[in-house]
T-cell receptor, first 114, second 113 residues
Framework: NAGVMQNPRHLVRRRGQEARLRCSPMKGHSHVYWYRQLPEEGLKFMVYLQKENIIDESGMPKERFSAEFPKEGPSILRIQQVVRGDSAAYFC????????????FGPGTRLLVL | GDSVTQMEGPVTLSEEAFLTINCTYTATGYPSLFWYVQYPGEGLQLLLKATKADDKGSNKGFEATYRKETTSFHLEKGSVQVSDSAVYFCALSGKAAGNKLTFGGGTRVLVKP
């Protein structure tokens, strides 16, 4: 997971607030993936992005969740009007996108909704 | 769709014991297979991988062989240490799925001195 940066590492929100999670991929990587890990569970795919494009969002909840990966700057996972069930660890991973498919993970953002 | 099944934990072992974590998968085509390890409070680290049938991935004394005939990728280590205590995740990815990873539920391993 060297090189993938996520912030904040911990985020506390009250119900109804917005959460913004940031991910900076490894240098030279143009593909970003977001995964969610609920307590005591495995990771579930949420969304796959390349610069300025959402490639696969089949794992994203239909409402309140959105993701972007702009031309400049980090990838953002945004959760609007958070609910207690959104409490989880959110991990970002990146890959080069050159046929090398290994994904390298960041340390995660642990979201707690009060 | 793709799926990964791995043995449930926790697995409790004594130091220097032999460790096996079973992993089987269902996938379209020929996926790549991975083992990731998660230490407490941290993200996932790639432990080893195999990209085609009969490949053996190895790292830090851990090994796993891609068995297409049994659709398995079991993780083994001959002599565990206390520092191997962690949660281990088996995963697969395939171009048909856009390279997204499908994970098993994770197996918690606790190694006692």
């Amino acid at each position: 997971n060297a090189g993938v940066m996520q912030n904040p590492r911990h985020l506390v929100r009250r119900r109804g607030q917005e959460a913004r999670l940031r991910c900076s991929p490894m240098k030279g990587h143009s593909h970003v993936y977001w995964y969610r890990q609920l307590p005591e569970e495995g990771l579930k795919f949420m969304v796959y992005l390349q610069k300025e494009n959402i490639i696969d969002e089949s794992g994203m909840p239909k409402e309140r969740f959105s993701a972007e990966f702009p031309k400049e700057g980090p990838s953002i996972l945004r959760i609007q009007q958070v609910v207690r069930g959104d409490s989880a660890a959110y991990f970002c991973a990146s890959s080069p996108g050159t046929g090398e498919e290994t994904q390298y993970f960041g340390p995660g953002t642990r979201l707690l909704v009060l | 769709g793709d799926s990964v099944t791995q043995m449930e934990g926790p697995v409790t072992l004594s130091e220097e014991a032999f460790l096996t974590i079973n992993c089987t998968y269902t996938a379209t085509g020929y996926p790549s297979l991975f083992w990731y390890v998660q230490y407490p409070g941290e993200g996932l680290q790639l432990l080893l991988k195999a990209t085609k049938a009969d490949d053996k991935g190895s790292n830090k004394g851990f090994e796993a062989t891609y068995r297409k005939e049994t659709t398995s990728f079991h993780l083994e280590k001959g002599s565990v240490q206390v520092s191997d205590s962690a949660v281990y995740f088996c995963a697969l990815s395939g171009k048909a799925a856009g390279n997204k990873l499908t994970f098993g539920g994770g197996t918690r391993v606790l190694v006692k001195p």
